[in-house]
């Protein structure tokens, strides 16, 4: 059996907040895949089905995001599925809008979702981060989280949510970079551009002889003499 995690929090308020990309990843899944009604077990809602040959238990922790490990961990003994069968589906503040990258283990990165389940579970899963942004500005770290996608976002979002699931056998399979693949090619082919973009260097301010190069003089030049022949030279008149 293979558990699929999705993160966020309980509650209507919190239901398009960029913290429940996890949610929503897993409602995607359960949709496309045509799993059984949402129940509650394990201080979660769980939901059961297949994904191509596998069978796969869906699970949302109603615990909030600090406390995501103790459900999790409570389905994986209920189950005997093992770290390797497991993955989390979550939000990554430092990947750009719309981007989505697969890793084994490692560090939590500062998300206390992960944290959690690292603690109560082990930290050999698959984490399937998706790309929220960062304000660019740690005070406003707080607000860009736990506050809605804006409505530009929608033109990636939706698309990006829809291949997740219609390409998730290719990661049950173990077809990690096949299934990357075909969600960045699905962001790409909306045309849409995330609603956090870089900052646009500012245009190379030309030097003043090249912008004269380029405008011309203002005034006619002297005929003859050694100012006239240093301006021409400079400006790129032949004699």
């Known amino acids: 059996m293979l558990l ?48 191509g040959g596998e069978k796969v238990l869906l699970i949302k922790p109603q615990t909030f995001m600090n406390l995501s490990g103790q459900a999790i961990g409570e389905a994986m003994r209920f189950y005997k ?20 990258r697969i ?20 930290n050999d899963y ?12 740690k005070a406003r770290v707080n607000a860009h989280v736990l506050g809605d996608f804006a409505k530009a976002d929608q ?26 693949n075909r969600v960045s090619l699905a962001v790409k082919e909306t045309g849409a551009e995330p609603a956090q973009k870089r900052e646009s260097k500012p245009a190379k301010q030309q030097s003043h002889i090249r912008q004269a190069r380029q405008k011309g003089p203002t005034a006619p030049l002297p ?11 400079l400006l790129g008149q032949k004699e």
């Open 81 to 100: 599925v093992e770290l390797e069968d497991l993955l989390v589906l979550y939000d990554e503040l430092d990947l750009a809008p719309g981007k989505l």
């Open 223 to 233: 005929e003859s003499g050694p100012m006239a022949a240093m301006l021409k030279k």
């Open 126 to 137: 698959r984490r399937v981060r998706i790309g929220i942004g960062h304000p660019g500005d």
């Open 155 to 180: 033109a990636w979002l939706e698309p990006m949510l829809d291949a997740i699931a219609d390409n998730i056998s290719m990661l049950a399979e173990g077809d990690e970079s096949g299934f990357m």
């Open 4 to 51: 699929i995690a999705g993160l966020g929090n309980p509650g209507q308020q919190y239901e398009r907040h960029r913290h429940n990309v996890g949610f929503m990843a897993a409602d995607a899944i359960a949709r496309r895949h045509s799993f059984s009604s949402w129940s509650k077990k394990f201080n979660a809602l769980v939901a059961e089905g297949r994904v």
């Open 103 to 122: 890793k084994t283990g490692g560090g939590s990165g500062g998300h206390n979702g992960i944290k959690s389940i690292d603690a109560h579970c082990g």
